[in-house]
C-alpha cells in the first residue's frame, strides 16, 4: 500500500427521501495507504453513505468518484470490475459450493473469464493455485473442498471476506467485519485482514465498525457521521483527544487502547 | 346492441365465476405463499359432484327450482377435502418453491384420474335446469335470471370476504400471518389451523365456483387443466395475493373472452395472454400485486 | 477445483460408456417395442440435459419450456412436409436456431423475476403459443398439427426401410449420436466457468452480482441454450410420431418436463438423462397396465416431491454412500 493518490472521494454528497435527509453534504476521500474507519450512531447514515460509495445508491446530491470517474449508482457488477469490493455485514455464501468454487468465481470473474464455455474450471490449475493462495491468507486452506453451509459461522465470515479479497480489488469495503466474533478473536480477524490486503495488494480499505478498540488500534483515519453529517474526520489521536467527539460517539469511557492515544 | 349486451354480461358471468376461483388462489397464496396449481382440479371436482348432488336430490323428490341452493351446498361440503389435501401440502411447506409446486402438479395428475374413476370419461351436464329460473328482461336485452343470481351471489362473496377480511378477528389474524408467520406464532397465533382453514376456504371457493357454473356449461375432465390458464392470467393481472387484484383480473378476462369470442374465435386465449405479458411488462407485480424481486 | 474423487469420476465413466454400448446394442437385442420406446427417451433426454441447465443448475424453474419442445417440433414439420426440407441435419439447425430466437423474447421478460413469478410467466408464455398453434388452423394446423415426413440422414433416404425399419435403425442411431455429443458438450458447459458463475447465481445471486456476475445476463444465456436443447429433443419427438400437435405445448406437457427432471435427479447432471428413460418406460408400462395411469404418475411425483426429492441418482448416491461406510 504505497501511492497516495485519491481513491474514492464524495463531494458534497447527500442522500434524501423525500422529506427524509439521510445524508446532508458528506465530503470524504480516502487515499491509498489508508485504512478509513467510519464509524457513528445507527441512523447516523453510515449505511447509506457505504450504499452510495460502493454504487448502489444514486446521491441526490453531489458526487462520489472511484479513481476519478463518477460511479454514482453503476451497480455491484460494475464496481467490481472497476477494482472495488464489498462485504457485508450478514454473511454471504453458495450454500452447496465448495471454499474453492466459491473463491473460484471471484477469480474466474475477475479474470474476465465468464463467458468461457467449455474449459474445465476444476482442471484448470492456474485457477486453482490462485484459489489455494487466497484461502491460505485467510486460513481456510484445509477446508477447500468443504461445502460452505458446513463452515463455522467465523469461517463463513472468512470465506466471504476471502472471496471479495479474490477479486483484487483496489479498495476493499468491509460492513462489520468482526461482528459476530468474540473479542478474543477480534483482533486476529483485523490483523488477518490488513495482512491479506497487503499480500492482495488492496490499495485501501473501509471499514465501518462500532468497536470503538478495533477502530483506535487500526485506522490511519476515522470518519464519524451524525444525523447524516460528518462530525469528524480525523487521524485516531487527534479523534480521541477530543472529548466532545467521543461523547457523541461512543457516549461512554473508552477501552485502554483508545484512551491511552488521548 | 343487443350483442353488445350479450357480450358484456357473458363476460360479467364468465368472470363471476374466475372471481371465485381466483379468490381461492389469491387467499392461500396470500398467507401461505403456495401457487396452487390444483385449483382447476377442485374446480372440476365441484363441477361434477354438483351435478351428481342436484340429480341426486331430483330423484329424491326435490324440486327443479332448488338446484341453486343444492349447487351451492354442493361446493361447500366438497370443501371438507381441503384439510386432507393441507396436510399433503404441509409436508413441503419448509421446502423450495418448486417442490411446492411440483407437488400441486402431482394432485392435478391425480385428480385427473379421481374425476374419471367416479364420474367417467364423458362431459356431463344439467340440462336446462338453468332456464327454470326464467328470464329478465331489461329492455330489448333478455338474460337468464340464473346467470345473474350467479353474478350477485359473487359479488355477496366479495363484498363478504373483504368484510370478513377486514373487519374480524380472524381475517386480522390471516392478514398478520400473511405478512409476518413468525411473528404471528409468536405472538399465539395457531398457524398450522390458519393454514389448514385458510386452504379449506380457498378450495371451497373454487368447487363452488365450478359448481355454480355447471348449469350454463357442462363439467368435462378438461376442465382441470384450463382452467388453470384463465385462473392463473388473473391473478397474474390483478397481482399474486391481491383480492382486489382477483376481482379486476378476473372482470378483465372475463370481459376480453367474451369480446374475443364474438369478434374474432381464434384470439380467445391469445388475446387474455397478451393482456397478462402487456401488464406484466408494464407493472411487474400486477395492477394490484406487491412488487417483488 | 473440487475434487470428485478420482476413483467417483472413474466409475462414472465406465458407468456412461457401458450404458452407450448397451444403448447402441439394443436394437439388436430387445423386442421392437421396448426399441421404439428408447427415441422419445433420447428426446427428453436431450431436452431435459438442456431443461436442467437452467433448473438444476442455474435455479430457475420454467413451467413453459415445452413451448421449445413445440417449437422444434413444429419446425421439423413445416420444413419436411411444407417447405421441402428432409436433410436432418439441417431441420436440426433450423429448429434450434427458431427456438433461441423465439426464446430471447420471452427470456428478456422473464429473467426479469425469480421463483414463482418465474414459473407463471413462463407458464404464460407456453399457453399463450399453444393457443396459437391450436386455433390458427390454417396456420398450424389446429388441433390436428402438422404432418412431419421421414428425413434424410446424411444425404440418404433409406428409402428401403419401412417407417419402424428407420426409427429403430438408422434415426435410433442418429439420436444415440446427437445424445452422446450433446450430452459431452452440455457437461463441458456446467463445468465451465460460465457453469461455476451460473451455480453461484442459484445459490445467491445478490453474492454473484458483488463478486462480478452479470447475473441477468447469464440467466438469459442458460434460457437460450436450454430453448435449443428443448427444440433438438422437440425434433425427435416430431420425426418419431410423424407429428407436430399442439399439445406439446400445453403446460402440462411443461410440468413432464420438470417431472422427468425432479423424478431422475435436479442436483445431477445424469439426473435428468435417468428421468427421461425412467418416465418414459414407467408411463408406457402404466399405460398398459391400468386406465389410471395419470393417478399412477401422480401418485409417483408426490412420493418423490415428499420423501425422495434428490430423485432416483440421489437414492443411488445415498445407497452407495451408506455401502462405502460399512
Known amino acids: 500500500m504505497s501511492t497516495a493518490s485519491t481513491l474514492i472521494e464524495t463531494v458534497d454528497v447527500g442522500k434524501a427521501y423525500g422529506s427524509f435527509v439521510a445524508l446532508d453534504g458528506v465530503t470524504l476521500s480516502v487515499k491509498g495507504g489508508e485504512l478509513v474507519s467510519i464509524v457513528g450512531p445507527n441512523g447516523a447514515g453510515k449505511t447509506t453513505l457505504v450504499n452510495v460509495l460502493t454504487g448502489l445508491l444514486k446521491p441526490t446530491r453531489g458526487v462520489v468518484r472511484f479513481k476519478g470517474d463518477d460511479i454514482a449508482g453503476i451497480g455491484p457488477v460494475k464496481l467490481a470490475k472497476r477494482g472495488m469490493a464489498r462485504a457485508f455485514q450478514l454473511v454471504h455464501i453458495f450454500p452447496a459450493m465448495t471454499v474453492a468454487e466459491t473463491i473460484g468465481v471471484a477469480i474466474v470473474s475477475q479474470t474476465g473469464r465468464s463467458l468461457d464455455f467449455f474449459s474445465s474450471v476444476r482442471g484448470d490449475a492456474a485457477v486453482r493455485r490462485r484459489v489455494e493462495e487466497v484461502a491460505g491468507i485467510f486460513g481456510l486452506a484445509g477446508k477447500l473442498d468443504s461445502e460452505s453451509r458446513l463452515l463455522s459461522q467465523g469461517e463463513k465470515k472468512l470465506l466471504d471476506i476471502a472471496s471479495a479479497f479474490a477479486l483484487v480489488p483496489e479498495v476493499i469495503l468491509l460492513d462489520e467485519p468482526t461482528s459476530g466474533v468474540s473479542s478474543g478473536d477480534k483482533h486476529g480477524i483485523m490483523k488477518t485482514l490488513i495482512d491479506a490486503a497487503e499480500r492482495a495488494s488492496v490499495k485501501a480499505i473501509i471499514l465501518v465498525e462500532h468497536d470503538m478498540d478495533l477502530v483506535a488500534e487500526y485506522s490511519s483515519r476515522i470518519v464519524a457521521l451524525q444525523g447524516g453529517k460528518v462530525l469528524a474526520d480525523r487521524a485516531p489521536a487527534d479523534f480521541f483527544s477530543d472529548p466532545e467527539i467521543v461523547a457523541a460517539i461512543v457516549g461512554r469511557k473508552v477501552g485502554k487502547v483508545a484512551r491511552s492515544l488521548a | ?293 | ?326
Open chain 2, 1 to 293: 346492441m343487443t350483442a353488445f349486451f350479450d357480450v358484456l354480461l357473458g363476460g360479467v358471468f364468465h368472470a363471476s365465476v374466475l372471481f371465485l376461483v381466483a379468490a381461492g388462489l389469491q387467499l392461500v397464496f396470500g398467507v401461505q405463499r403456495i401457487v396452487n396449481l390444483a385449483c382447476g382440479s377442485f374446480y372440476a371436482l365441484g363441477a361434477f359432484f354438483g351435478i351428481t348432488a342436484v340429480n341426486w336430490s331430483i330423484a329424491h323428490g326435490a324440486p327443479p327450482w332448488t338446484f341453486l341452493p343444492v349447487l351451492v351446498i354442493a361446493g361447500i361440503v366438497l370443501g371438507a377435502i381441503g384439510p386432507a389435501i393441507e396436510l399433503l401440502l404441509r409436508t413441503v411447506y419448509k421446502r423450495d418453491e418448486a417442490f411446492q409446486l411440483l407437488l400441486t402438479f402431482a394432485l392435478v395428475l391425480m385428480f385427473q384420474d379421481v374425476l374419471r374413476f367416479f364420474w367417467g370419461a364423458n362431459p356431463q351436464q344439467l340440462g336446462n335446469l338453468s332456464m327454470s329460473y326464467g328470464k329478465i328482461a331489461i329492455g330489448a336485452v333478455s338474460f337468464p335470471t340464473y346467470n345473474v343470481l350467479v353474478m350477485a351471489a359473487s359479488v355477496a362473496i366479495a363484498v363478504g370476504l373483504g368484510l370478513f377480511l377486514s373487519r374480524s378477528r380472524y381475517g386480522r389474524i390471516l392478514r398478520a400471518t400473511a405478512e409476518n408467520r413468525e411473528m404471528a406464532e409468536a405472538l399465539g397465533a395457531d398457524v398450522r389451523w390458519i393454514y389448514a382453514s385458510v386452504f379449506t376456504l380457498g378450495t371451497m371457493l373454487g368447487t363452488v365456483g365450478g359448481a355454480l357454473v355447471v348449469p350454463t356449461s357442462a363439467a368435462s375432465l378438461d376442465m382441470p387443466v384450463e382452467l388453470v390458464v384463465e385462473a392463473f392470467a388473473v391473478v397474474v393481472i390483478g397481482g399474486l395475493g391481491s383480492m382486489r387484484g382477483a376481482l379486476v383480473g378476473a372482470l378483465i378476462v372475463g370481459l376480453t373472452r367474451a369480446a374475443a369470442i364474438s369478434f374474432y374465435a381464434e384470439l380467445e386465449v391469445l388475446a387474455i395472454y397478451v393482456i397478462v405479458i402487456a401488464v406484466l411488462v408494464a407493472r411487474p407485480a400486477g395492477l394490484f400485486g406487491k412488487p417483488v424481486e
Open chain 3, 1 to 326: 477445483m473440487s475434487g470428485a474423487v478420482p476413483q467417483r469420476r472413474g466409475l462414472l465413466l465406465a458407468f456412461v460408456a457401458v450404458a452407450i454400448v448397451v444403448l447402441a446394442a439394443f436394437p439388436h437385442i430387445a423386442a421392437t417395442y421396448y426399441v421404439t420406446l428408447v427415441l422419445p427417451a433420447f428426446a427428453y433426454a436431450i431436452a431435459l440435459l438442456g431443461f436442467n441447465l437452467l433448473f438444476g443448475t442455474t435455479g430457475l424453474l420454467s413451467f413453459g419450456h415445452a413451448l421449445f419442445v413445440a417449437i422444434g417440433a413444429y419446425c421439423a414439420a413445416v420444413l419436411s412436409s411444407r417447405v421441402g426440407v428432409k436433410s436432418l441435419e439441417l431441420i436440426l439447425l433450423a429448429s434450434s436456431v427458431a427456438a433461441v430466437v423465439a426464446a430471447l423474447p420471452v427470456a428478456l421478460l422473464s429473467v426479469r423475476y425469480v421463483r414463482i413469478f418465474f414459473g407463471i410467466l413462463t407458464l404464460a408464455f407456453g399457453m399463450l403459443f399453444h393457443s396459437f398453434l391450436f386455433k390458427f388452423y390454417d396456420l398450424t394446423g389446429g388441433d390436428t398439427g402438422i404432418r412431419v415426413l421421414r428425413p434424410t440422414i446424411l444425404g440418404m433416404d433409406f428409402k428401403e426401410l419401412d417407417k419402424t425399419a428407420f426409427l429403430i435403425g438408422p434415426f435410433y442411431y442418429a439420436c444415440l449420436l446427437l445424445a452422446v455429443v450433446l450430452g459431452v458438450v452440455m457437461w463441458r458447459v456446467v463445468h465451465s466457468p460460465f457453469g461455476l458463475h451460473l451455480a453461484a447465481i442459484r445459490e445467491n445471486p445478490i453474492k454473484a452480482e458483488y463478486l462480478g456476475v452479470r447475473v441477468r445476463r447469464f440467466r438469459l444465456l442458460a434460457f437460450l441454450i436450454s430453448a435449443f436443447y428443448c427444440a433438438i429433443g422437440g425434433v425427435i419427438l416430431a420425426v418419431n410420431t410423424g407429428q407436430a400437435d399442439p399439445e406439446l405445448a400445453y403446460w402440462t406437457h411443461s410440468g413432464e418436463l420438470v417431472f422427468m427432471t425432479v423424478l431422475g435427479g435436479f442436483a445431477s447432471f445424469f439426473g435428468p438423462v435417468v428421468g427421461a428413460f425412467t418416465f418414459v418406460f414407467l408411463k408406457s408400462e402404466l399405460m398398459g397396465l391400468t386406465q389410471y395411469w395419470r393417478f399412477c404418475l401422480g401418485a409417483t411425483l408426490a412420493v418423490i416431491v415428499i420423501v425422495f426429492p434428490r430423485g432416483l441418482i440421489g437414492l443411488a448416491k445415498d445407497a452407495s454412500r451408506k455401502a462405502a461406510k460399512r
